[in-house]
């Protein structure tokens, strides 16, 4: 099993151009998550899906926009990068529990990220 | 807002020696897990402490958790080179459905 893949690893884009991250696991897990990691404040939660054609925005979610058409993939969209969005992204996914509660008790499986850059 | 601060924000120490992260949350959870980072890599899951343990031990790792001190550590005994990671804590955010919320990390060397 490969786990949670990330596409592409790195990308370079200039303000204002758009692009799409894929991330893609193999698990048969309910939930995916995106993050991104900037020094010195750890992982911040961008979006997150609770199940196919379902999305939630996280802490910081503006500037963002993400897709789950299909279980195992995870879309996450930047129509108009700005330099303040270059940063690690992290996707991760986890299985889910009967009852609300219990789904804070998910473990996450990491994709190995995805560095942007934005001039 | 991050829920989960850890201290101290970099530790290093020789190898054989053991090392103690600590981490401090602001609301009430029902658990508590830790995660390491290699560099240039993502996280793995290490160990998930609930809210009505106080200890848990996994191989060379040992968490510990204080509800009323809203408090965590990690201790890592006889360390290895191959521990030099960056080290978090998460706790589940209210504020999003009970999904992970991470701290910042205590990023730690051990030298050989």
């Known amino acids: 099993n490969a786990g949670v893949t990330q596409t592409p690893k790195f990308r370079v884009l200039k303000t204002g151009q758009s692009m799409t991250l894929l991330c893609a696991q193999d698990?048969?897990?309910?939930?995916m998550y995106w993050y991104r990691q900037d020094p010195g404040m750890g992982l911040r939660l961008i979006h997150y899906s609770v199940g196919e054609g379902t999305t939630a925005k996280g802490e910081v979610p503006d500037g963002y926009n993400v897709s789950r058409l299909k279980k195992q993939n995870f879309l996450l969209g930047l129509e108009s990068a700005a330099p303040s969005q270059t940063s690690v992204y992290f996707c991760?996914?986890?299985?889910?529990?009967?009852?609300?509660?219990?789904?804070?008790?998910?473990?996450?499986?990491f994709g190995p990220g995805t560095r942007l850059t934005v001039l | 807002s991050q829920q989960g601060e850890e201290d101290p924000q970099a530790l290093s120490i020789q190898e054989g020696e053991n090392a103690t992260m600590n981490c401090s949350y602001k609301?009430?959870?029902?658990?508590l897990q830790w995660y390491r980072q290699n560099s240039g890599r993502g996280l793995v899951h290490l160990i998930l402490?609930?809210?009505?343990?106080r200890e848990k031990h996994s191989g060379r790792l040992r968490v510990t958790l204080d509800t009323s001190k809203k408090s965590s550590s990690l201790l890592i005994t006889a360390s290895r080179a191959a521990d030099t990671a960056s080290y978090f804590c998460a706790t589940p955010g209210k504020e999003y459905g009970n999904k992970l919320v991470f701290g910042a990390g205590t990023i730690l060397r051990v030298k050989s």
């Open positions: 402490i609930r809210s009505n343990e």
């Open positions: 698990m048969n897990h309910e939930y």
């Open positions: 991760a996914s986890s299985y889910s529990r009967r009852g609300y509660l219990n789904n804070s008790y998910n473990e996450q499986f």
């Open positions: 609301t009430s959870i029902n658990n």
